[in-house]
């Protein structure tokens, strides 16, 4: 890119950021600082804003440049995550949405200490909604800097590193000033702009193909170098039955992880009942299903136009496909077009990082404020407000999560948003299933469901070849990895459900079945709702 092209990408940049720092500004402006404003943002939301929220919110940068990067590189095995995304919102709808609105007020924890003693409970569910959250920030702070990098001219190092720190800098602003309602109005204009970007590429591939899918397949085939078997699985999952095992662990954890991500779930307290918050499930369900099916066109176009050994030699993970193929789309390069195309795509893109990594950093801090803190703070210390404990939080998780997104910087967002998923179907979802379904459930029963998947999923990606013993992990020099797949659901799901039945069957507590009757009417009518 020449100076004026990054010019002029910097510059919707610097709108987009000071459009987003002027909604903050306004809504800070007009909060209360209650709890309820901070966390839920009054819950005065109506279910299209909220689907459009939530849109925002679930398509991230592991949608936009992850997933149609992979395809770009590996044909049939990168749907994957297309088809895993979208599915998981049928396990949302169906499970989780209308009930987790009725039985909680702002955090996974509310809904499990219900019934149960509340201390240990919100200690262990705020441990790993902190730990999902941080794993999924990472996955933004990468695709941030694959792409402000490539706008820069290059994979300069130093680039990369300022963006993580530039973006982890903005979400903190966006949590600490303007709370859920300015994240939330930020994640329906970034779903908006997402959506039209989207649209646009969609229509200008197909066009550039006459509207033939069948040539845009055969073309991307053919300069894939892998032919025919471009177009079939096994490219990337299919090798051995290792592979095999992984392309399973990893439709588990995607299909299955939804329903257990913080700021999806804190997203259904933003409104006023539990149907509104059904009918918030279903918006998002149209525009994120016409999404994924459009990132799939957008993925083979890569191939085909650009050439996976291009995307490579940009990203080695594919997460530029989606610019280059903008810049190809509107003529090349040093062309107007091109560059107009090209700057408007990845100033959408960045959008997407910054409303997506505000969403989860109010989540996590959040877990912190509302969980962590008010159960281990003592009465005879200072107390601080939740607020202001989750502002000082989300700093904290900033700081975190730029570290690990300047060590991480090399793997494919896409890939990282699954590690997280995974961890999220092993920790929070089993847990979130027996409080809302299981009459005998108890508390160490929850207790051990959420460290029985969270220890396990975190301990086996530490010790798989995503951290060492392989040339893309994040330290290749060393070799210490002794589980062979790179996604741990297939294993650490089951464990976190097993070890809720185990702590359940040996607990010398017996159930309370009056608070379960109590629960199970408040989930099923809304009877008591915050």
């Given at each position: ?6 010019t002029l ?9 000071a ?9 800070s402006?007009d ?14 939301f109506s ?7 939530i849109?925002?919110?679930y ?9 149609s990067?992979l395809?770009a590189?590996?044909?049939?095995d ?20 209308e ?8 955090t996974?924890?509310d ?11 919100r200690?262990a569910a705020?441990?790993s909604?902190v730990?999902?959250?941080v794993?999924?920030l990472?996955?933004q702070?990468?695709g941030?800097?694959s792409?402000?990098?490539?706008l820069?001219?290059g994979?300069s190092e130093?680039?990369r590193?300022?963006t993580?720190?530039g973006?982890?800098?903005?979400m ?8 859920m309602?300015?994240t939330?109005?930020?994640q ?7 959506m ?9 591939v ?5 509207g ?6 055969s073309?991307?085939?053919d ?9 079939g699985?096994?490219l990337?999952?299919g ?7 992984d ?6 954890a ?16 933003t409104?006023?009942t ?6 918030s499930?279903?918006?998002?369900i ?9 990132t799939i ?10 050439g996976?050994a291009?995307?490579?030699a940009?990203?080695?993970?594919g997460?530029t ?5 903008a810049l190809?789309?509107?003529g090349?390069?040093?062309?107007t077009g091109?560059t107009?195309l090209?700057?408007v795509?990845?100033a ?18 959040a877990?912190v404020?509302?969980?962590l803190?008010s ?7 200072k ?6 404990v989750?502002r000082l939080a ?27 998923f995974a ?11 027996y409080?809302?379904f299981?009459?005998k459930f108890?508390?160490?029963?929850a ?7 969270l ?5 086996l ?5 995503v ?5 893309e992990?994040?330290f290749?020099?060393v070799d210490?990895h002794?589980?062979?797949l ?15 039945w185990?702590?359940t069957?040996t607990?010398?507590e017996p159930?309370?079945?009056?608070r379960h ?14």
């Open positions: 890119m020449t100076g004026d092209h990054q990408a910097l510059v919707l940049f610097s709108v987009f950021i459009v987003t720092l002027g909604i903050t500004t306004w809504v402006r909060r209360h600082g209650s709890a309820e404003e901070f966390y839920a943002g009054g819950r005065l279910p299209l804003e909220n689907g459009f929220a849109a925002g919110d398509m991230s940068a592991a949608s936009f440049l992850g997933i990067g395809i590189l590996y044909g049939y990168g749907m994957l995550y297309s088809v895993g995304f979208l599915v998981a919102w049928l396990v949302v709808l169906l499970l989780v949405a009930l987790v609105r009725n039985c909680g007020r702002f996974l924890a809904v499990v200490a219900a019934r149960m003693s509340e201390r240990p409970v200690i705020g441990t909604s730990a999902v959250s794993l999924y990472v996955a702070m990468v941030a800097g792409l402000v990098a490539l820069l001219g994979t130093a680039a590193s300022w993580v720190i973006v982890g800098a903005l903190v602003v966006y949590v600490s000033l303007g709370g309602r300015a939330t109005w930020i329906i204009v970034k779903a908006v702009l997402l039209a970007g989207t649209i646009a590429l969609t229509v200008l197909l066009f550039r193909f006459h033939d899918v069948n040539g845009l397949l073309a991307a085939a300069r894939s170098g892998h032919g025919r078997d471009f177009l699985p096994g990337r999952y090798g051995d039955w290792t592979a095999r095992l392309f399973i662990s990893l439709g588990i995607l299909v299955l992880g939804t329903a257990g991500l913080p700021h999806i779930l804190a997203r259904f307290y409104v006023p539990a149907r509104a918050a059904r009918r499930v279903v918006w998002s149209g525009l994120i299903g016409s999404f994924y099916l459009m066109v957008l993925g083979f176009g890569a191939a085909a136009l650009i996976p291009e995307v490579r940009s990203s080695a993970s997460n496909a989606i610019p280059l193929l190809d789309l509107g090349g390069a040093g062309s091109g107009v090209f700057a795509v990845a959408v893109a960045f959008a997407t990082i910054l409303a997506v990594v505000a969403g989860i950093t109010l989540a996590s801090s877990s404020a509302h969980d803190y159960s281990l703070r003592r009465r005879h210390t107390q601080y407000s939740e607020v202001t989750a989300a700093a904290v998780i900033g700081a975190a999560a730029i570290g690990l997104g300047l060590l991480a910087r090399d793997l494919n967002v896409a890939f990282l948003v699954g590690l997280a961890v999220a179907a092993s920790a929070n979802l089993p847990v979130l299933l409080s809302l299981w009459r108890t508390t160490r029963g207790v051990w469901s959420v460290y029985g998947g220890v396990p999923a975190v301990l990606v530490l010790l798989s070849p951290v060492s013993g392989s040339p992990a994040l290749p020099g210490f002794v589980f062979p790179q996604n741990p659901g297939v294993v650490s799901i089951p464990l976190g459900f097993l070890a809720g185990i702590g069957v607990s010398t159930p309370d079945e009056a009757a109590e629960t199970e009417v408040r989930a099923l009518t809304g009877a008591g709702a915050a």
